[in-house]
């Protein structure tokens, strides 16, 4: 039986990131009124874990530098990387729509990204494509974004969860249950709901249901990722999609819990195990490093790289702090570095005389790594040992272009949407198929859709 709800809010929004900050923020200035709900005291979520940088192509910050990019190309490039497995609606919206809302957010929200031309083109990035507030990372983003929330009048209630749905035969939705930190529950009406509540990377046993090669891995993403949002909306007939994928990381600091830059690698960084021999090419596949990372034996690598690496990547808030921790080991010979790493010294120096052979042979390695300008390590090194983990989900619901939440069938539910961890994104199946910064790319693409949708068919409600 569907509540009498003393409070019908027009758009609800469920989950205060950068997905539901952008829903939010979107559906008001369409004039809807909205209240976002956010499980956290203090707004963070997955967003606030991460670099804060979004994948978007065909913005004015590429025009202004001269880098030619197109939606077309960002498609391309997606599908490559997916082996052709994303699902292609979601990759064409996902290329058509990132550009407009990074360039929305800078001109209407005043929010200050630009591209990051130190993040360069790998990983299946063509092109410079990376955007970022220079300086700042995800918990920045978080709370420009509720900064300006607030400036819109926008209502946010912290410390609340979703705890249910409540919908008639047809799948409309008629309001939630919503339950406080001391147990208190409290029935809201609305005529729209959004589910920008994550994915489910700290649910122990979604993971191992859905992603069983990661369920004894570190999981490095926001401890309230917890599939809420998946589990009602598939209660209520919801499909799924891609549950398998998700972004892995190879290089989490041990043990400080501090992400290595992606640039190390790129600049000319190397993975090697603690018998001192890589493994990997370094810069093939961001996420999917991290299954050969936890295939090594002792539980742990080290990347190594030099003070040049060091410096090309100073810029980004993780490596400034790693450098304010003094986290990294520094040697001015291989030997020392073998003594700081407890690294056999002759297999540490035959593995980067490889690397450097490989090199100035302009050859692929071993591995299939393709050096061309860029250097191996040399003296003076810098190492830190990391750990592999998983970050985020990727799969999720599935939605269509709009944003609406979709049947097994393909008919969309009457008036649900999703986007970020809560939506299937476009990486694919697996862990193969994630393009750097694209979790981000999906969360403030389909949070701006999923508002747009929503306001939408609550001014046509209004209308007859």
């Given at each position: 039986m569907i509540p009498d709800f003393e409070h019908v809010i027009p758009v609800l929004v469920v989950g205060g990131g950068a997905c539901g900050s952008m829903a939010a923020l979107t559906a008001r200035q369409a004039g809807a009124q909205v209240l976002v709900v956010e499980q956290d005291e203090r707004p963070m979520g997955s967003?606030?874990?991460?670099?804060?940088?979004?994948?978007?192509?065909?913005?004015?910050?590429?025009?202004?530098?001269?880098?030619?990019?197109?939606?077309?190309?960002?498609?391309?490039?997606?599908?490559?990387?997916?082996?052709?497995?994303?699902?292609?609606?979601?990759?064409?919206?996902?290329?058509?729509?990132?550009?407009?809302?990074?360039?929305?957010?800078?001109?209407?929200?005043?929010?200050?990204?630009?591209?990051?031309?130190?993040?360069?083109?790998?990983?299946?990035?063509?092109?410079?494509?990376?955007?970022?507030?220079?300086?700042?990372?995800?918990?920045?983003?978080?709370?420009?974004?509720?900064?300006r929330m607030d400036d819109a009048g926008i209502d946010v209630l912290l410390g609340t969860r979703l705890a249910d749905a409540h919908a008639d035969s047809t799948g409309r939705i008629h309001g939630v249950t919503l339950e406080r930190r001391d147990g208190a529950r409290e029935q809201v009406?609305?005529?729209?709901?959004?589910?920008?509540?994550?994915?489910?990377?700290?649910?122990?046993?979604?993971?191992?249901?859905?992603?069983p090669e990661m369920a004894h891995a570190r999981n490095n993403g926001h401890e309230g990722s917890q599939g809420t949002g998946i589990g009602i909306a598939s209660k209520l007939g919801a499909a799924l999609g891609d549950m398998g994928a998700y972004q892995g990381y190879g290089m989490l600091t041990q043990p400080q819990g501090i992400t290595v830059p992606p640039g190390v690698p790129v600049e000319g960084g190397i993975l090697v195990n603690v018998e001192g021999r890589r493994f990997v090419n370094e810069v093939e596949d961001i996420a999917g490093m991290v299954r050969p990372v936890l295939a090594q034996p002792g539980g742990h690598v080290w990347v190594i790289f030099d003070e040049r690496i060091e410096a090309a990547n100073a810029y980004i808030p993780e490596t400034q702090q790693l450098m304010a921790l003094n986290a990294m080991r520094k040697a001015d010979s291989i030997e020392e570095l073998a003594a700081l790493t407890d690294l056999p010294a002759d297999a540490l120096a035959a593995t980067l005389a490889e690397a450097h052979a490989a090199q100035a042979s302009g050859t692929p390695d071993a591995f299939g790594r393709v050096w061309g300008s860029d250097l191996p390590p040399a003296p003076p090194f810098r190492a830190l040992k990391v750990v592999g983990a998983i970050y985020h989900t990727q799969g999720g619901l599935q939605i269509d272009a709009s944003a609406r939440v979709l049947r097994p069938d393909g008919t969309p539910l009457p008036n649900l949407f999703a986007g970020g961890g809560a939506a299937r994104s476009v990486s694919g199946p697996a862990h193969w198929g994630y393009l750097p910064a694209m979790g981000l790319a999906t969360a403030v693409t389909f949070g701006r859709l999923a508002g747009q949708s929503a306001a939408a068919l609550v001014c046509a409600s209004a209308d007859r």
């Amino acid at each position: 039986m569907i509540p009498d709800f003393e409070h019908v809010i027009p758009v609800l929004v469920v989950g205060g990131g950068a997905c539901g900050s952008m829903a939010a923020l979107t559906a008001r200035q369409a004039g809807a009124q909205v209240l976002v709900v956010e499980q956290d005291e203090r707004p963070m979520g997955s967003t606030g874990m991460s670099q804060g940088l979004i994948c978007a192509a065909g913005t004015r910050a590429q025009a202004t530098l001269g880098i030619e990019d197109s939606a077309d190309g960002y498609f391309a490039d997606i599908m490559a990387k997916t082996r052709g497995q994303a699902d292609p609606v979601l990759a064409r919206a996902i290329a058509d729509h990132a550009g407009p809302t990074v360039d929305w957010m800078v001109e209407a929200l005043d929010m200050p990204w630009e591209l990051d031309t130190g993040f360069r083109p790998a990983y299946g990035n063509s092109t410079f494509r990376v955007h970022g507030w220079r300086g700042h990372g995800g918990q920045d983003m978080v709370d420009l974004l509720h900064r300006r929330m607030d400036d819109a009048g926008i209502d946010v209630l912290l410390g609340t969860r979703l705890a249910d749905a409540h919908a008639d035969s047809t799948g409309r939705i008629h309001g939630v249950t919503l339950e406080r930190r001391d147990g208190a529950r409290e029935q809201v009406g609305c005529e729209t709901l959004i589910l920008a509540c994550g994915g489910f990377a700290a649910n122990h046993a979604l993971v191992a249901q859905h992603i069983p090669e990661m369920a004894h891995a570190r999981n490095n993403g926001h401890e309230g990722s917890q599939g809420t949002g998946i589990g009602i909306a598939s209660k209520l007939g919801a499909a799924l999609g891609d549950m398998g994928a998700y972004q892995g990381y190879g290089m989490l600091t041990q043990p400080q819990g501090i992400t290595v830059p992606p640039g190390v690698p790129v600049e000319g960084g190397i993975l090697v195990n603690v018998e001192g021999r890589r493994f990997v090419n370094e810069v093939e596949d961001i996420a999917g490093m991290v299954r050969p990372v936890l295939a090594q034996p002792g539980g742990h690598v080290w990347v190594i790289f030099d003070e040049r690496i060091e410096a090309a990547n100073a810029y980004i808030p993780e490596t400034q702090q790693l450098m304010a921790l003094n986290a990294m080991r520094k040697a001015d010979s291989i030997e020392e570095l073998a003594a700081l790493t407890d690294l056999p010294a002759d297999a540490l120096a035959a593995t980067l005389a490889e690397a450097h052979a490989a090199q100035a042979s302009g050859t692929p390695d071993a591995f299939g790594r393709v050096w061309g300008s860029d250097l191996p390590p040399a003296p003076p090194f810098r190492a830190l040992k990391v750990v592999g983990a998983i970050y985020h989900t990727q799969g999720g619901l599935q939605i269509d272009a709009s944003a609406r939440v979709l049947r097994p069938d393909g008919t969309p539910l009457p008036n649900l949407f999703a986007g970020g961890g809560a939506a299937r994104s476009v990486s694919g199946p697996a862990h193969w198929g994630y393009l750097p910064a694209m979790g981000l790319a999906t969360a403030v693409t389909f949070g701006r859709l999923a508002g747009q949708s929503a306001a939408a068919l609550v001014c046509a409600s209004a209308d007859r």
